[in-house]
C-alpha cells in the first residue's frame, strides 16, 4: 500500500529527475528507484522494476511509461500527465531549441563542420545500443537467427513500415513456443477499453487528417503529430530502437527527406547527451522540418512532433496497467516477448549500419566511432562528457 504523497512534492521529485537523470532508459530506472524508492519511499523498488517489465511490453519510451505510470498509481490520470509534461519538458526545451539553432545555420549559411565528430560518436552510441539490448535478448540460436533476420530486413527494405511488421512477425515465431513457459493460475478480468479505444481512435483520425492533407504544406504540423504518434505506437524497444526508424522516414524517404544526415546524426549526438527521455530527439526534428515557416512555425512543429511521440505510450500505459496483472499469466503473450526483443536487437544493428553509411569511411570516422562504442563498453564515462570531448575537438581541430 502506498502512502499518501503531495503532488507538488512528487512533481518537485520529478523536475529534479528530469535535469539529472543521464544514461538513457535503462539508467533511468536507477535514478526512479534511488529517488522515488529509497529517499522518499512513494513506491517500493519492487513496484518499480514490475512497473517497468509492464512498460518494456508495451510500444513507446520505457522508462516515460515507467514514470508515468509511477504517477498514475501515486495519483490516478491527472498527476500522470503532469508527471509526463515536467518529466519531458526540459529535454523537449533544449533539443527545439538545438532544431532553431541548426535551421538558422543553414540560412545564414554557417556549417557544421563542428560537429564531424559527433555524427560517427553518435553510430557509436547506437552500435553500444544494438550491443547492450543483444546481451540481454540473445539467450538461444533461434533469437540469433530472429536478429540476423530482423536486421537484414531493416537494412534493405528502406521504408518505415518494416519496423512494426518485422516486430509483429518475431513476436509471432515466438509466441508458438508458449508451451515451454509453465502455466499460471488465471483469474477472469474486465477489460476497460476508454483509454485502448483514445489511444487508436488518435491514431486513425491523425491518418485521415494527415491523407487529406497531405499536399498542402500549411497542414505540415498535423502531419508530424501523425507520423510521430503512427512511430511511437508501433516502435518497441525505445529510444535506440526508434532512431533508426526516424532516420529512415525523414532523412531517406525521398517525399519527406526534412533533414540531412549531418543534422540527423549531430541532432541525436546531442539527445544522447541530455538527462531525460531520449525521445524528445523528435522536437529537433519537428523544428526542422518546419524551418520554411519561421520560428513560430519550428516551434510549432517541435510542439506537435513530441506531443505525438509521447501521447500514445501514455495513452496504453493507462490502459495496460488494469489488466497486466491478469494479461502476463498467458503462455503466448510472455512467449511473444522473445521475438520482440530479438528483432528489437537486429533493427538497433541495422541502425548503426544505416547511420554510418553516409559517412565518409577515413581513419578519423572509425576511429571515433569504434573509440565511443568502447569508451561507452568499458569505462563509466557519462554521455554528456563524451559528447563535450567531440564539440571541442571539432572546434579545434578545423
Same mark, same amino acid.
Given at each position: 500500500m502506498n502512502k499518501q504523497v503531495r503532488y507538488s512534492d512528487f512533481l518537485k521529485d520529478v523536475l529534479l529527475l528530469s535535469v539529472s537523470s543521464f544514461g538513457g532508459p535503462q539508467a533511468h530506472i536507477g535514478h526512479f528507484q534511488k529517488v522515488l524508492a529509497q529517499k522518499r519511499n512513494y513506491i517500493t523498488e519492487e513496484e518499480i522494476i514490475e512497473l517497468n517489465a509492464l512498460c518494456q511490453v508495451l510500444p513507446g519510451p520505457t522508462s516515460t511509461q515507467t514514470l508515468s505510470a509511477i504517477g498514475y498509481k501515486l495519483g490516478g490520470p491527472n498527476l500522470a500527465y503532469l508527471t509526463l509534461l515536467i518529466w519531458m519538458l526540459p529535454s523537449v526545451i533544449i533539443m527545439t531549441a538545438a532544431g532553431l539553432l541548426i535551421g538558422s545555420f543553414e540560412s545564414k549559411q554557417i556549417t557544421l563542420s563542428f560537429t564531424r565528430f559527433i555524427q560517427p560518436m553518435a553510430v557509436g552510441f547506437v552500435a553500444f545500443a544494438a550491443y547492450t539490448i543483444s546481451l540481454k535478448s540473445i539467450t538461444r540460436f533461434r533469437a540469433f537467427l530472429i536478429m540476423m533476420g530482423a536486421g537484414v530486413a531493416a537494412f534493405f527494405i528502406r521504408t518505415p513500415f518494416v519496423f512494426p511488421i518485422t516486430l509483429l512477425i518475431a513476436g509471432a515465431i515466438t509466441a508458438f513456443n508458449y508451451k515451454a513457459h509453465p502455466r499460471?493460475?488465471?483469474s477472469k478480468f474486465e477489460v476497460r477499453w476508454a483509454n485502448f479505444l483514445l489511444w487508436i481512435g488518435v491514431l486513425i483520425l491523425a491518418a485521415l487528417v494527415g491523407s487529406l492533407t497531405r499536399t498542402d504544406p500549411e497542414y505540415l504540423p498535423i502531419r508530424l503529430f501523425e507520423n510521430f504518434y503512427?512511430? &511511437?505506437s508501433l516502435i518497441f524497444g525505445g529510444g535506440q530502437v526508434l532512431t533508426p526508424l526516424l532516420y529512415t522516414e525523414f532523412v531517406q524517404y525521398a517525399p519527406k527527406h526534412y533533414l540531412s544526415s549531418e543534422e540527423f546524426l549531430s541532432g541525436y549526438a546531442l539527445a544522447q547527451s541530455l538527462p531525460g527521455p531520449v525521445f524528445s530527439f523528435s522536437a529537433y526534428i519537428g523544428a526542422l522540418a518546419m524551418r520554411d515557416f &519561421?520560428?513560430?512555425?519550428? %516551434? @510549432?512543429? @517541435? %510542439? /506537435?512532433? @513530441? @506531443? &505525438? %511521440?509521447?501521447?500514445? &505510450?501514455t495513452f496504453l500505459i493507462?490502459? /495496460?496497467i488494469r489488466i497486466w496483472e491478469s494479461l502476463k499469466k498467458y503462455r503466448p503473450i510472455r512467449a511473444s516477448l522473445e521475438g520482440v526483443n530479438a528483432a528489437s536487437a537486429g533493427l538497433v544493428t541495422a541502425g548503426a549500419f544505416l547511420l554510418f553509411q553516409p559517412l565518409e569511411i577515413n581513419v578519423l570516422n572509425i576511429a571515433f566511432t569504434v573509440g565511443t562504442f568502447c569508451t561507452m563498453t568499458f569505462t563509466k564515462i557519462p554521455s554528456w562528457a563524451i559528447i563535450l570531448v567531440g564539440l571541442f575537438l571539432g572546434f579545434v581541430i578545423q
Amino acid at each position: 500500500m502506498n502512502k499518501q504523497v503531495r503532488y507538488s512534492d512528487f512533481l518537485k521529485d520529478v523536475l529534479l529527475l528530469s535535469v539529472s537523470s543521464f544514461g538513457g532508459p535503462q539508467a533511468h530506472i536507477g535514478h526512479f528507484q534511488k529517488v522515488l524508492a529509497q529517499k522518499r519511499n512513494y513506491i517500493t523498488e519492487e513496484e518499480i522494476i514490475e512497473l517497468n517489465a509492464l512498460c518494456q511490453v508495451l510500444p513507446g519510451p520505457t522508462s516515460t511509461q515507467t514514470l508515468s505510470a509511477i504517477g498514475y498509481k501515486l495519483g490516478g490520470p491527472n498527476l500522470a500527465y503532469l508527471t509526463l509534461l515536467i518529466w519531458m519538458l526540459p529535454s523537449v526545451i533544449i533539443m527545439t531549441a538545438a532544431g532553431l539553432l541548426i535551421g538558422s545555420f543553414e540560412s545564414k549559411q554557417i556549417t557544421l563542420s563542428f560537429t564531424r565528430f559527433i555524427q560517427p560518436m553518435a553510430v557509436g552510441f547506437v552500435a553500444f545500443a544494438a550491443y547492450t539490448i543483444s546481451l540481454k535478448s540473445i539467450t538461444r540460436f533461434r533469437a540469433f537467427l530472429i536478429m540476423m533476420g530482423a536486421g537484414v530486413a531493416a537494412f534493405f527494405i528502406r521504408t518505415p513500415f518494416v519496423f512494426p511488421i518485422t516486430l509483429l512477425i518475431a513476436g509471432a515465431i515466438t509466441a508458438f513456443n508458449y508451451k515451454a513457459h509453465p502455466r499460471e493460475p488465471k483469474s477472469k478480468f474486465e477489460v476497460r477499453w476508454a483509454n485502448f479505444l483514445l489511444w487508436i481512435g488518435v491514431l486513425i483520425l491523425a491518418a485521415l487528417v494527415g491523407s487529406l492533407t497531405r499536399t498542402d504544406p500549411e497542414y505540415l504540423p498535423i502531419r508530424l503529430f501523425e507520423n510521430f504518434y503512427r512511430n &511511437g505506437s508501433l516502435i518497441f524497444g525505445g529510444g535506440q530502437v526508434l532512431t533508426p526508424l526516424l532516420y529512415t522516414e525523414f532523412v531517406q524517404y525521398a517525399p519527406k527527406h526534412y533533414l540531412s544526415s549531418e543534422e540527423f546524426l549531430s541532432g541525436y549526438a546531442l539527445a544522447q547527451s541530455l538527462p531525460g527521455p531520449v525521445f524528445s530527439f523528435s522536437a529537433y526534428i519537428g523544428a526542422l522540418a518546419m524551418r520554411d515557416f &519561421g520560428t513560430s512555425g519550428e %516551434i @510549432a512543429g @517541435a %510542439i /506537435m512532433s @513530441a @506531443a &505525438g %511521440i509521447f501521447l500514445p &505510450g501514455t495513452f496504453l500505459i493507462f490502459f /495496460m496497467i488494469r489488466i497486466w496483472e491478469s494479461l502476463k499469466k498467458y503462455r503466448p503473450i510472455r512467449a511473444s516477448l522473445e521475438g520482440v526483443n530479438a528483432a528489437s536487437a537486429g533493427l538497433v544493428t541495422a541502425g548503426a549500419f544505416l547511420l554510418f553509411q553516409p559517412l565518409e569511411i577515413n581513419v578519423l570516422n572509425i576511429a571515433f566511432t569504434v573509440g565511443t562504442f568502447c569508451t561507452m563498453t568499458f569505462t563509466k564515462i557519462p554521455s554528456w562528457a563524451i559528447i563535450l570531448v567531440g564539440l571541442f575537438l571539432g572546434f579545434v581541430i578545423q
